[in-house]
């Protein structure tokens, strides 16, 4: 060996012995990073874990809200209780109440027990009236109002179950739960069971659940997320048409054309902390402003829509900015070198190619505000909203809700029923974020260009 090779060797190797031989230190080194890649293991394991956890208790609790107990019932419009003159006259029909049509559904569902041959001991007509969701005869006087010419005829009409026997066939009611609640009797509990025998009562996909507005304390079978889901989507159409042109105008200029001095800077660190603030401020900056001072209406998509803009600037105008940054100075510079403006070097070559990150940012910050539930608390929308806010422009105005407020008022209802409800708005809310995101994965592949 010469006296070079032995000077190589005795510096690759400090400790002496062969290169093929890890020393003590290789080892020690070799096994910390071992440690380490398996730390890195099992907080990946943790994560996916508590996803899958927290996935499988909102499936768990949330599908069977888009199921529903129905019963299917031949109701005779008797024309003594509901038209006494027989004139079809629509302001004396709008005079009998829901109390008139009552008479009616309890004959039904008598009439559908004697046919079936049903026989159960202890069981009471109120009993059996009441198995019928108490929204049936505002639903059966809806119907008369719509078309009075059925007046007089037997209309098959379904009804949604009460509550308690809707749970009963998802397992939230038993037998020996019915003897202690005041709102269901196991009576009740073997006429529900011999009517599904009948096929009069059968539980099927729920449409109501994201179509029909919210209901009562009372009613949790009839509650849905009509309002809700309009309320959200009017407030995200605000948010999108101030947020994005405001926030993709500010980080251009800051970005782009902006002098680097103290006001500048003092521009961004504010920008910062405005991303860190506490979202049930802009709630309280919203009331005092948006209500108090401008008068806007309480409850209303657009004052939602504009306090959610305020919060969602911040979220948006960073990522852009990094977007831009993103872009090689050498794009910037070919463009100025063929005779391109500022300007034109901007929105022709780098905002085309900051595309991507900026939707990317804008998604985001949309899917942050959807599920913002603070905020709108303040500014009203935890009203309970029955009616559905007309069509835009009118419709920003009109009292609404929103899916994250809808899955809080649910959840401090005291009806079991309406935390499988919440579990179901739940779900529906994360369908709107995937649904989001896949958009904003489709449009980063659509606009995205390579240098």
């Not at 398996?38 to 899958?52: F, Q, R």
């Not at 920008?271 to 309280?284: M, Q, R, T, Y």
């Amino acid at each position: 060996m010469s006296d070079l090779s032995a000077q190589t060797g005795d510096r690759d190797n400090p400790h002496g012995g062969s290169l093929l031989t890890p020393s003590k230190l290789t080892r020690r080194r070799n096994a910390a990073e071992a440690r380490f890649r398996a730390y890195g293991l099992i907080a990946v394991c943790a994560g996916l874990l508590a996803l899958a956890l927290l996935l499988t208790s909102i499936l768990g609790n949330g599908l069977s809200a888009f199921q529903q107990t129905f019963i299917t019932l031949d109701v005779e419009l008797v024309e003594a209780k509901l038209d006494k003159t027989g004139n079809r006259d629509l302001e004396d029909l709008k005079k009998v109440s829901t109390f008139g049509y009552a008479p009616l559904l309890k004959a039904a569902i008598q009439k559908a027990i004697a046919e079936n041959g049903i026989a159960i001991d202890g069981l009471t007509d109120k009993d059996a009236t009441a198995l019928v969701s108490k929204d049936a005869p505002a639903q059966m006087r809806d119907f008369v109002l719509a078309d009075p010419q059925v007046i007089g005829r037997t209309v098959p009409f379904t009804f949604l179950a009460n509550g308690r026997i809707d749970g009963y066939f998802k397992d939230r009611v038993s037998m020996d739960s019915a003897e202690l609640d005041s709102n269901v009797s196991p009576q009740q509990l073997m006429l529900a069971d011999a009517l599904r025998e009948a096929g009069v009562v059968e539980i099927r996909f729920n449409w109501g659940f994201i179509t029909r507005p919210d209901a009562s304390e009372n009613r949790p079978e009839a509650a849905g997320l009509g309002v809700a889901i309009l309320g959200s989507l009017y407030m995200m159409i605000v948010v999108l048409l101030l947020a994005l042109p405001i926030g993709v105008a500010a980080s251009i200029y800051l970005e782009e054309f902006a002098p680097r001095n103290r006001w500048t800077d003092l521009i961004e660190v504010n920008i910062s902390n405005l991303a860190a603030v506490p979202s049930i401020v802009f709630g309280i900056l919203g009331l005092a402003i948006f209500i108090n001072f401008a008068g806007l209406p309480q409850s209303a998509p657009i004052v939602g829509g504009l306090v959610l803009s305020l919060m969602t600037l911040p979220r948006i105008i960073i990522p852009a900015r990094a977007a831009l940054g993103a872009v090689p100075p050498s794009i910037r510079d070919a463009a100025l070198g063929v005779g391109a403006s500022k300007m034109q070097s901007v929105f022709h070559h780098v905002l085309p190619l900051a595309t991507p990150g900026i939707l990317t940012g804008l998604i985001i910050g949309l899917g942050q505000a959807l599920g913002e539930t603070a905020p709108l608390l303040l500014i009203g929308m935890v009203a309970f909203v029955r009616e559905y806010p007309d069509a835009p422009p009118e419709g920003f105005f009109d009292p609404a809700s929103a899916l994250p407020v809808q899955v809080y008022n649910w959840t401090q209802r005291a009806d079991p029923a309406f935390v499988e409800r919440a579990s179901g708005a739940i779900i529906v809310l994360l369908i709107f974020l995937v649904f989001m995101n896949a958009v904003a994965i489709l449009l980063r592949r659509r606009f995205e260009r390579r240098w």
